[in-house]
């Protein structure tokens, strides 16, 4: 079967293709300096971070990790997703660099080069400049 060519079949393409053959992993990472712990959904292959949040239910996780193999930019969507999330991203040693909040609907986000990134409802945190993730 030939990939759909527009970006909303493609994204209907990657739900139904990888929700079963790719699950994600569930663990814990820790926010230093703040303690806050925090259970997410790591998404660390090229499939699992296509779909990211697309099909997923946040009601036993906080939040999903996006972790790159290479620092590198990224371009992140909403589409599929019917509330906000705050965006935050992290260097290669897992400090805070930047975030941002991404709303429903077929935008884009820009992301800078970056190693992992953090998806979490709108508003959960508060970033701060010297925060940066445990991980496992």
């Known amino acids: ?3 759909p060519g527009n970006f909303d079949q493609q994204m209907q393409f990657l ?15 820790r926010l230093e300096p703040s303690g806050l712990h925090l259970r997410v959904l790591m998404a660390s292959t090229l499939e699992q ?13 906080d939040a999903m990790v996006f972790v790159q193999p290479v ?3 990224a371009t992140f969507h909403m ?10 991203w992290f260097d290669a040693n897992a400090i805070f660099m930047g ?7 077929p935008g884009r986000y ?11 409802p709108p508003n959960k945190i508060t970033f701060q400049k010297d925060d940066y993730l445990i991980l496992p």
């Open 71 to 73: 620092v590198s930019p």
């Open 99 to 105: 975030s941002l909040q991404m709303q429903t609907g």
């Open 79 to 88: 589409q599929g997703l019917d509330q906000p999330l705050d965006l935050a």
């Open 15 to 29: 739900q139904a293709s990888f929700v079963d053959a790719h699950p994600l992993d569930s663990t814990e990472v």
């Open 110 to 120: 820009p992301i800078p080069a970056f190693k992992y990134a953090l998806e979490i």
């Open 1 to 3: 079967m030939a990939e």
């Open 49 to 61: 971070r296509a779909r990211g949040l697309i099909g997923q239910d946040l009601t036993r996780h």
